[in-house]
């Protein structure tokens, strides 16, 4: 009904950079929040931010003034670009959205398959 998939994963150095992208397809009315999780091995699924389908956006305090989360309404996409990366930051980051299938339907949560981010030298 609803695909989320995401892209721009990789590795990387640490103090190095990535832009990931989630582009949202399928039956779509309206997508409200959006957000970017990640997950290490061993670790709960963890909030690294979110952005309201207006720009109001919030941040994991791990990742405040590195991070910057955006979206394209038109396009139904969201990017998550990352700055100065450390070597604990390795995940599969997710994507996750709030999307409205139908005029008169609630919204539901949608995930992405995740996309590997590697910081390692």
């Known amino acids: 009904q609803v695909q989320l998939v995401e892209s721009g994963g990789g590795l990387v150095q640490p103090g190095g950079s990535l832009r990931l992208s989630c582009a949202a397809s399928g039956r779509i009315f309206s997508i409200y929040d959006m957000g970017w999780y990640r997950q290490a091995p061993g670790e709960q699924r963890e909030l690294v931010a979110s952005?309201?389908?207006?720009?109001?956006?919030i941040y994991a305090d791990s990742v405040k003034d590195r991070f910057t989360i955006s979206r394209d309404n038109s396009k139904n996409t969201a990017f998550l670009q990352m700055n100065s990366l450390k070597p604990e930051e390795t995940a599969v980051y997710y994507c996750?959205?709030?999307?409205?299938?139908?005029?008169?339907?609630?919204?539901?949560?949608?995930w992405g398959q995740g996309t590997q981010v590697t910081v390692s030298p």
């Open positions: 996750n959205a709030q999307v409205q299938t139908r005029s008169m339907g609630r919204s539901n949560d949608y």
């Open positions: 952005i309201t389908r207006g720009g109001t956006t």
